[in-house]
């Protein structure tokens, strides 16, 4: 399995790598040494230790055994499990289909108590109208080139938005101006979608704000990026998408601050 191209995913690999070889060491073993015990080349040995190749759950618990260190394999297993799912290409995440995806995401967004988003491109998920998110997806399915289920995902994604005026949510979300000004849909479309965030703003539950061309930058527009509640952000790319978690007390992965792309980390497509 290769180590991902995103930055934060290889340190996470690393951080694992590096766990291995202390245990490796600490075991008095040297790398030919441990490929003999666990049946395997030495090269393999080297290549993990070098995260060059993500270990198995097979390979850290053979690691693990060989080293009279059974005890540390489930943390490890957990930890690289989670550095899978750091960084995963769109085209991997849409290859059935845009529905899925909304779909997935259900499950979190029914659970979170306090959104807060942040977003440079277009009106975030949960905001969006049904002309609008249709506009949207048609465009992210072409460029894409995924099979045609806009008319579900749609669906999936407005059905996902009744997070706002429903249960217990608190929505904290910042947009560019320049999100007012992207046109998706033409005219009509765009000005009911102005006119739902007017409506939105007044609710109780939801705080919208929005960064002016003018206001003096002490930092660019990045990335958009969602936080569910302390549990996990989730950071769109253009090629992938990227989630950081915070898993619980886990020795192996970093934990760092939304929009770092880094501690286990997913997006499910442009406005989230």
């Not at 099979?147 to 995902?153: G, L, W, Y």
């Not at 886990?250 to 442009?270: H, I």
Request: with cysteine.
């Amino acid at each position: 399995m290769p180590v991902s191209p995103s930055s934060s995913a290889q340190e996470a690999r690393l951080a694992i790598a590096a766990r291995l070889r202390e245990i490796m060491l600490d075991a008095g073993l040297q790398g030919q040494e441990l490929a003999a015990r666990c049946g395997w080349n030495g090269a393999k040995t080297s290549r993990i230790i070098n995260a060059k190749t993500a270990p198995s759950d097979r390979d850290i618990r053979a690691w693990c055994a060989a080293c009279g260190a059974d005890d540390q394999a489930a943390d490890l297993i957990a930890a690289n499990r989670d550095v899978d799912s750091m960084y995963v290409e769109w085209r991997r995440l849409t290859r059935t289909g845009l529905r899925r995806l909304q779909e997935s995401a259900v499950p979190l967004y029914e659970r979170t108590r306090h959104f807060r988003a942040y977003s440079s491109r277009v009106v975030p998920g949960v905001l969006q109208t049904e002309a609008y998110a249709t506009a949207l997806l048609s465009t992210v399915a072409d460029f894409r080139r995924t099979p045609d289920d806009v008319t579900e995902a749609v669906t999936a994604r407005l059905d996902r938005s009744r997070v706002i005026r429903t249960g217990n949510h608190r929505f904290a979300i910042l947009v560019e101006e320049s999100v007012l000004y992207y046109r998706l849909g033409g005219v009509e479309t765009m000005a009911e979608q102005l006119a739902r965030l007017l409506d939105v703003m007044s609710l109780p539950a939801v705080s919208l704000g929005v960064i002016p061309f003018t206001a003096e930058r002490t930092m660019w527009p990045v990335e958009t990026f969602n936080v569910f509640d302390r549990e996990q952000a989730a950071v769109e790319l253009l090629s992938a998408q990227v989630t950081v978690t915070t898993p619980p007390k886990s020795p192996f992965t970093s934990r760092r601050s939304t929009g770092s792309r880094g501690s286990r980390c997913t997006a499910r497509g442009p406005g989230r």
